[in-house]
């Protein structure tokens, strides 16, 4: 039949280049299997496997665990496809070709149920990881026990951090103390955008929603200073939003409290609101006595964000016009600053769960 | 197409050629696909049913009499449509104009009483920018309102071929498709009925 | 809007203001060749008007190819920009937007259309069908598509590309968050384009449900026409899914609604959710026929039948049921419950079972086959690794725990294009090779074709497989840039390295296409590979004559062409001829859909008089198609001789 003429002119002419294909396939698919662990080595040690507290751990322990069993899938693949491609090539006398052979109810079953055993395997740390993220870490000893976990306000804002101590009394933007040892309760929330804290040598990230609020354990186990930023896309200013985390020893930290409790500014209402403008903040980071909180809480007021835009005098612009400018009152000329705005949140811890798990049905 | 012409005479009119054949299961095809439509409406309604903001409830807004005119409008529409294709079967050309344009006089009904539902609202100060409540409100009912009008236009234009052709397998194909999109939009209905009005009036 | 008459066409960056005069030039080229050689007349009879599967299959396949290229250009650019710390190619604007594109291109108007266009031209042929159930919808889908697709493509020289990236993630795309027209392009383009992609959904399934031919069962389908059958229905079911959630975030930019709004209690994260109840099922659109694909290359080279052919057809059925389970896992870090999270990891790393079944169902198709390295199969071969990384970092990403670290990382970027790209860009390199004889009657260099596919396979790894450690190391997705300090410079440079030597192959592939054209050997058979085992290849001819099969084919088992071939049968010889009913051409689709084009630009400006204008053309052009009672035309059975005699020749 012309098949057969065909395919063996054909053939022959290939045959050379599929056998010098094969060689260069080999070192191909070594090489890339070698370059994970030599890539691991050669590097310095990435952020997320080099954990800092016992958040990331658990979350590096897990990577670690499925990163094993990953490779070892990889190389049963890799070796099979190479063992078939060598064997099986096209060659004269092919006494091995037996077209007939089109199933096997062992094999199929084989390569059934170990993938269902590996996804049991791998879903039983998964599951209790997940559940153990949902608490803030277990203390180490008696007396860390007795202390509750330092609650903070992250407020993500286009495009630029404020952490709020409402303990302390106290607000940050651009970057956080943290004492070591203690667990931190992240109160999440956004004035605008969806953003998401992350800072990757103390755990993983978590989504910041203007008018709703999410809850993120971290703990630094080590002192240093660890890069903090907004995970999620949020627009021009996405870049710069970014912040350093000094996590220093209990005392150190309750310096540092006092230190801005004595000397930072009073935040006025005013300021805040400028905050909200979208911008990178010029000023780098900056520290206040008092709270937003005493105005506005974003995750029970969504809209917040867009009355203050109008009443200082805020546009949104085409990000192609030709004239930016924005023409933002000074305080005297609003009326609104001029009276009290503060508003009670005391009943704030009583429906912060149910808010926040609502919001997602 | 290329689709053979073999014509069964056994079978109903509208089932007689190969492309009144596909035409039909074509159209059911999209009907799944509409139903997929409706689903994602009718989950959003009720991801923002409660989401008022300073807005009213549906219970301030909705009134039970017109509704149930609404409903019964679109239901006898749905039978008398079910009388034009029975007429259909009997070869009885006047009968299916007459009948469906009573379907489409009773579908004209419904869509009068939804625009006045609509303008009365307006008129109490309940628009689409009230809030996430109203706005999936108004677009979940444009919707299946927009569907009703379509399918009235389409109609119409239905009855012009039929007049000029009479039955034959291409138009009863044609007009038998018209008529599962109006018992669709019929059953469409009969859900909003219940997810929006009567679960509004009762919370 | 007010927008001002000198923001109407963007101007002052000069790689735009480049574009913009290339395109100038391109257009007055293209027209000048089409008058000069006074081809006009032929493109709109034979081609845009056309209503043949094969035509409409190979006008999406070259759009696809277009898109190809402008969605590379933008990934090449915003490597450039991430090349080394502190870069000032592009501002971030300029970079968000290119993203954007990039992502929005590559899915929605190169990946689908590609697949689309294979599909267009193989599986009526496979199923032994002269056309698709429905030729006037399918010319309206090919429409519908090319005018989203431009719609899409001017933004970025007429008022500025969407910037909210390709998810279009509310409050972000708002008014308030992000004025201007760009959003509007993105929810009016894919809009009008998904339009198309329903109809092309609902016409292939009832096309493989309905004009089989005789004897060919649904369990004796080629594996690519079950794994479009499959992916019609997911089509039918995400995409209204897709059609609701852009008009809501269209009726929230234009109309004033407030569903996913910051005010008026909207809930931006309702959108989240719908835009994944789409979008993972997507990914599924996208790869499952580029399974099939694969399937058909491996078979016809290792010379064997599909191994577990029944396995393989409950594994893609079992795929796409999950595939409208797991949408959750785009969102682990929402805040969830424990409870929610559990169960989205449990079901996204339960479709690895499936898809790890077909790996090996691949393999085994090859043991004791006969295995020939053409390019197609080079393609199909290197799909098998390249996958499986892919694949099992999703594994690791299906882990909602480690997923908090990985989410928004470049890990996470490096997994999608190392299943995007080596599923589906490989497969529609692959199946374009593989069946470039039955499309245009000559096969492609096969020596320039190795080059190609040494050249990508090198670049697409060196590109990508860096990335998962810039995510380890904490590189967030869609930064434009970064600081020295934060050493991901060496990685990145890799990079981007990588991206250029894709770059490289699409250029040599192009070229490919070109010397082909002039040098390659005219195929003289309808079985170029001499090797074809479905019905695709059972054609007179290399390119199949208008009406596809003189005589239609009757099927007994799988790859029933290679049985045929073994008996010795030719069904399409010596046989009494009949008249051939075809469907006629029309012009309705090409016009409405420009008007939905028009009516979509002026939505963007919100220029509503153009909306409604466009409306009311569209209706007038769907009551002359209800009027239209033009039943198509027959083909004389002596024509039909002719033809197969120039065929058999």
């Known amino acids: 039949m012309q098949r057969e003429n065909g395919t063996f002119v054909n053939s022959g002419k290939e045959r050379k280049g599929s056998r010098r294909m094969l060689k260069k396939l080999k070192p191909l698919s070594l090489l890339l299997f070698l370059a994970l662990p030599l890539m691991l080595a050669g590097c310095s040690t990435p952020e997320v496997l080099d954990p800092k507290g016992p958040v990331a751990s658990q979350q590096s322990d897990l990577i670690i665990l499925s990163i094993i069993f990953m490779l070892t899938i990889v190389a049963v693949v890799f070796v099979l496809l190479t063992i078939i491609l060598v064997k099986y090539r096209e060659r004269k006398d092919h006494d091995k070709y037996s077209p007939e052979l089109h199933g096997s109810m062992l094999l199929e079953t084989i390569w059934t149920i170990i993938p269902i055993i590996i996804v049991v395997i791998l879903a039983v740390p998964t599951v209790r990881t997940i559940y153990s993220l949902e608490k803030a870490p277990e203390p180490k000893s008696a007396e860390a026990a007795s202390e509750d976990p330092l609650v903070i306000h992250a407020t993500s804002i286009n495009w630029k951090w404020v952490f709020t101590y409402p303990d302390e009394d106290i607000e940050t933007v651009n970057y956080l103390h943290i004492p070591i040892h203690r667990p931190v309760e992240f109160k999440l929330t956004s004035a605008d955008s969806m953003a998401a804290l992350w800072i990757p040598s103390l755990g993983g990230q978590k989504y910041n929603m203007a008018g709703m609020q999410t809850t993120l354990y971290l703990q630094a186990d080590e002192a240093g200073v660890y890069d903090g930023r907004n995970a999620n896309f949020t627009g021009e200013g996405f870049n710069e939003q970014r912040f350093k985390v000094y996590a220093e020893e209990e005392a150190d930290y309750q310096q540092w409290v006092e230190e801005v409790q004595n000397s930072a500014p009073e935040l006025t209402q005013y300021e805040y609101d400028n905050l909200l403008i979208p911008g990178v903040y010029d000023d780098g980071t900056a520290e206040f006595n008092g709270t937003h909180l005493q105005w506005i809480d974003h995750s029970k007021n969504a809209e917040y964000t867009l009355e203050a835009w109008d009443r200082l005098g805020y546009e949104p612009k085409n990000p192609h016009a030709k004239d930016k400018s924005q023409n933002i009152l000074p305080e005297d000329e609003i009326p609104y600053y001029q009276q009290d705005n503060t508003v009670d949140y005391s009943d704030e811890d009583m429906d912060n769960n149910e808010h926040a798990h609502a919001s997602h049905e | ?203 | 809007m007010d927008l001002k008459w000198n923001e109407f066409i963007i101007t002052g960056d000069p790689l735009i203001l480049g574009a913009q005069i290339s395109i100038l030039l391109g257009s007055i080229a293209a027209v000048a060749a089409l008058t000069y050689f006074k081809k006009w007349t032929w493109l709109w009879k034979e081609w845009l008007t056309s209503v043949d599967h094969k035509k409409l299959g190979i006008m999406y396949i070259l759009s696809a190819l277009l898109m190809l290229f402008r969605g590379g250009v933008d990934g090449l650019m915003m490597r450039t920009q991430l090349a080394t710390p502190n870069m000032e190619f592009l501002d971030p604007q300029h970079y968000n937007e290119v993203f954007s594109t990039h992502g929005v291109i590559m899915i929605i108007f190169m990946a689908m259309p590609f697949l689309i266009g294979l599909i267009n031209y193989i599986v009526p042929l496979q199923i032994g069908a002269r056309d698709v159930a429905f030729p006037f919808l399918n010319n309206l889908s090919f429409w519908t598509f090319f005018v989203g697709m431009a719609l899409f493509n001017i933004s970025f020289i007429i008022g500025g590309s969407p910037d909210a990236g390709w998810t279009g993630y509310t409050p972000l795309a708002t008014n308030d968050f992000s004025p201007g027209p760009g959003q509007n392009y993105y929810l009016l383009g894919i809009q009008i384009a998904g339009i198309g992609t329903l109809m092309t959904g609902i016409n292939f399934f009832v096309t493989i449900l309905k004009m089989r031919t005789k004897g060919m069962t649904l369990m004796k389908m080629s594996m690519f026409t079950w794994t479009t059958l499959i992916t019609m229905l997911i089509i039918i079911f995400a995409f209204p899914v897709l059609t609701v959630a852009l008009a809501m975030q269209t009726f929230d930019r234009l109309f004033g609604s407030v569903l996913f709004t910051l005010h008026g209690d909207g809930n931006p994260m309702l959108w989240v959710n719908l835009f994944w109840v789409w979008g993972h099922p997507e990914v599924y659109i996208v790869i499952l026929p580029a399974f099939g694909i694969f399937s058909e290359i491996i078979s016809t080279f290792a010379r064997k039948q599909l191994f577990a052919y029944k396995a393989m057809v409950v594994s893609i059925v079992t795929i796409s049921v999950l595939s409208f389970l797991v949408w959750v896992h785009h969102f682990f870090t929402m805040g969830n419950s424990a409870e929610a999270n559990s169960f989205f990891s449990i079901t996204t790393m339960a479709i690895s079972i499936p898809t790890g079944v077909k790996i090996f169902n691949w393999l085994f198709t090859m043991y004791r086959g006969r295995i020939t390295f053409t390019t197609p199969m080079l393609w199909s071969l290197a799909f098998i690794p390249n996958f499986v990384i892919g694949g099992v970092t999703g594994v690791m990403l299906a882990m909602a725990a480690a997923d908090y670290q990985y989410h928004n990382t470049y890990f996470l970027v490096s997994h999608f294009h190392y299943v995007l790209i080596s599923g589906t860009v490989f497969a529609c390199f692959a199946g374009l090779i593989y069946w470039y004889p039955k499309m245009f009657g000559h096969k492609m260099n096969e020596k320039i074709g190795k080059w190609v596919f040494w050249i990508f396979i090198i670049g697409f790894n060196v590109c990508f497989f860096p990335q998962y450690f810039l995510g380890l190391d904490g590189m967030p997705r869609r930064i434009s840039t970064y600081l020295p300090e934060d050493g991901w410079t060496g990685l990145n440079f890799i990079s981007t390295v990588g991206a250029f030597l894709m770059g490289l192959a699409f250029i040599i592939f192009v070229y490919n296409i070109y010397y082909s054209w002039r040098y390659a050997p005219r195929e003289k058979t309808g079985d170029a590979w001499g090797l074809g085992r479905n019905l695709e290849w059972a054609t007179s001819s290399s390119i199949p004559p208008h009406y596809n099969f003189a005589v239609l084919p009757e099927v007994t088992g799988l790859d029933p062409y290679w049985d045929m071939k073994e008996k010795g049968l030719d069904q399409q010889k010596n046989v009494d001829y009949k008249p051939i009913h075809m469907p006629s051409n029309s012009a309705v689709p090409a016009i409405m859909s420009v008007l939905m084009g028009f009516a979509g630009f002026g939505l963007v400006f919100h220029w509503y008089w153009m909306g409604i204008v466009g409306a009311i053309g569209i209706f007038i052009t769907m009551i002359v198609r209800s009027f239209d009672y033009n039943d198509g035309y027959y083909i004389s059975v002596e024509e039909i001789k002719e033809t197969e005699a120039k065929a058999n020749k």
């Open chain 2, 1 to 203: 197409m290329a689709h053979d012409h073999n014509v069964n005479p056994n079978a109903p009119l509208e089932y007689q050629s190969e492309v009144g054949r596909l035409n039909i299961t074509g159209f059911w095809t999209f009907l799944g696909a509409e139903i997929a439509l409706f689903s994602t409406l009718f989950a959003s309604y009720f991801a923002l049913q409660s989401r008022v903001g300073d807005g009213p409830t549906s219970t301030e807004m909705f009134e039970a009499g017109l509704v149930m005119i609404m409903t019964m409008l679109l239901l006898t529409s749905s039978f008398t449509c079910g009388i034009a294709i029975h007429e259909m079967r009997a070869n009885n050309v006047k009968g299916v104009i007459i009948w469906m344009i009573i379907t489409l006089i009773l579908g004209a009904g419904f869509i009068g009483y939804e625009l006045y539902e609509f303008v009365h609202y307006v008129h109490e100060g309940v628009t689409l920018s009230t809030s996430a409540h109203w706005s999936i409100f108004f677009i979940l009912l444009g919707t299946h309102g927009l569907h009703v009008s379509i399918g009235i236009g389409w109609i119409i234009l239905l009855l012009i071929q039929l007049a000029r052709r009479g039955l034959t397998p291409k138009t009863a194909s044609k007009v038998f498709i018209s008529s599962l999109y109006w018992h669709f939009l019929d059953v469409v209905w009969i859900f909003i009925f219940t997810c929006v009005y009567l679960m509004g009036m009762v919370s």
